[in-house]
């Protein structure tokens, strides 16, 4: 159980272009989904949390306009990139979860290239 | 948020014991502790989560004294395929809006 599909698992698209990620949570409904970025050998970084119907929550230092999420259901959340470039290049991560005292359970990332 | 400190990295053999302790020192009281693995270019995966006390499962251990300033997390005779980063994560449980920060984690090899 607790399965978290994210799709694609990796994509390679030129500079200026738009770049949307789906996050879904297969056998449970999420009322808050997570969007991490991790950079190679670094730690996995929080950029946002949404609830569903609910406008996502961004951290500081994250652009909500280059950035978009929306949550639109329990069971579905999107991350779009916009106008990307190649410092957008990371492994992009989410995650789902069902209530607010149980656990995380991640997506197996998305790899984006910019170039 | 609690923000917590790992070990950054630790060696183990086969068959071997292994404990990860982590320390969180300003935990709040609505604070849950859950312990990850990662592999390279995946996601973590979910270990196991405790709130206080001893919590066992069947692939680990997790260990919080009655303060919960520390956590350890124990895994039972290691095998190779347990190379990999592990996360403790710290965070609030109160709320749905609730978020957790990670830390920089725990690289454990093990050796043959």
């Known amino acids: 159980g607790a399965v978290v599909s994210q799709h694609p698992s990796w994509v390679i698209c030129k500079s200026g272009t738009s770049v949307k990620i789906e996050c879904r949570s297969l056998?449970?409904?999420?009322?808050?989904m997570f969007w991490y970025r991790q950079f190679p050998k670094q730690s996995l970084m929080l950029m946002a949390t949404s609830n569903e119907g609910s406008k996502a929550t961004y951290e500081q230092g994250v652009e909500k306009d280059k950035f978009l999420i929306n949550h639109a259901s329990l069971t579905l959340s999107t991350l779009t990139v916009t106008s990307a470039h190649p410092e957008d290049s990371s492994f992009y991560i989410c995650s789902a979860r069902q209530e607010s005292n149980q656990p995380q359970h991640f997506g197996d990332g998305t790899r984006l290239s910019i170039l | 948020l609690a923000k917590t400190t790992q070990p950054i990295s630790m060696d183990s053999y086969e068959g071997q014991e292994v404990n990860i302790t982590c320390s969180h020192n300003n935990i709040a009281t609505n604070d849950y502790i859950t312990w990850y693995q990662q592999f390279p270019s995946q996601g973590p995966r979910f270990i196991i989560q405790g709130y206080k006390t001893k919590v066992t499962n069947e692939v680990a251990s997790l260990f919080i004294p009655a303060d919960r300033k520390s956590s350890t997390l124990s895994l039972p005779r290691v095998s190779l395929s347990d190379t990999a980063v592990y996360y403790c994560?710290?965070?609030?449980?109160?709320?749905?809006?609730?978020?957790?920060?990670f830390g920089d984690g725990t690289t454990l090899t093990v050796k043959p």
């Open positions: 056998d449970f409904q999420a009322t808050t």
């Open positions: 994560l710290v965070g609030d449980g109160s709320t749905n809006a609730g978020k957790s920060t």
